[in-house]
C-alpha cells in the first residue's frame, strides 16, 4: 500500500515539474496559494519523501527476483 501512495506522490510530483518545465507554471503553487505556503511547503515534502521511499523499490526488486531465479534452480 506504501509502495502505491508514494508512487502517485511521484507521479504527481512528475506532472508538476512538467508543468514548470514546459509551462512555467506550478500547479502545486496554483492550488494552495503559493510556493511559499505550508500546504505547498507540505506537498513539496511528501513528493520528496516518496521519490526516496521509491528509490528503494530499486533495490527491493533486484533481491525479490535473485530470490525467485534462485528457488527456481
Known amino acids: 500500500m506504501w509502495d502505491k501512495i508514494a508512487l502517485t506522490l511521484l507521479i504527481i ?8 518545465g514546459i509551462f512555467q507554471f ?4 496554483w492550488l494552495f496559494g503559493g510556493a511559499d505556503s505550508l500546504l505547498s511547503r ?3 515534502i511528501l513528493v520528496a519523501v516518496s ?7 530499486l533495490f527491493r526488486l533486484d533481491n ?3 530470490h525467485v531465479t534462485s528457488s527456481v534452480h
Do not use: H
Request: charge should be negative.
Open 51 to 57: 521519490a526516496v521511499w521509491c528509490s528503494t523499490l
Open 13 to 20: 510530483g512528475g506532472i508538476n515539474w512538467g508543468l514548470v
Open 26 to 29: 506550478d500547479l502545486v503553487a
Open 64 to 66: 525479490e527476483t535473485e
Open 42 to 44: 507540505a506537498v513539496y
